[in-house]
Nanobody, 127 residues
Framework: EVQLVESGGGLVQAGGSLRLSCAVS????????IGWFRQAPGKEREGVSC????????YYTDSVKGRFTISSDNAKNTVYLQMNALKPEDTAVYYC????????????????????WGQGTQVTVSS
């Protein structure tokens, strides 16, 4: 059974930091990218960042570039999203997902509909 389990969300003041974790089980890392999506109330779902399971390449949508860092610990089958300099507009439910295809176009990260999703974790940034 494939499982992706997020943790690490919470409430933080603007300018603060949070680290999200996504523990992955039941699938082969090399076959997927592990991506982070977010969705704020009343807004469309947005691709935030992705890391290739095969070569560790990382991708960021422009709105988080320079503030967020994605990384993986393959020994632990865990992907992390370090979020620094958080802004109120980063407030959303964050989901990790296993995706088969992704790419950047005009600074926007696009990821195919995921094969597998985590349950989501709330990130709230107060002003």
């Amino acid at each position: 059974e494939v499982q992706l389990v997020e943790s690490g969300g919470g409430l933080v003041q603007a300018g603060g930091s949070l680290r999200l974790s996504c523990a992955v089980s039941g699938l082969t890392f090399d076959d997927y990218g592990i991506g982070w999506f977010r969705q704020a109330p009343g807004k469309e779902r947005e691709g935030v960042s992705c890391i290739s399971g095969s070569d560790g390449s990382t991708y960021y949508t422009d709105s988080v570039k320079g503030r967020f860092t994605i990384s993986s610990d393959n020994a632990k089958n865990t992907v992390y999203l370090q979020m620094n300099a958080l802004k109120p507009e980063d407030t959303a439910v964050y989901y990790c997902a296993a995706v088969g295809s992704w790419g950047l176009r005009l600074g926007i990260l696009h990821m195919d509909e995921p094969d597998y999703w985590g349950q989501g974790t709330q990130v709230t940034v107060s002003s």
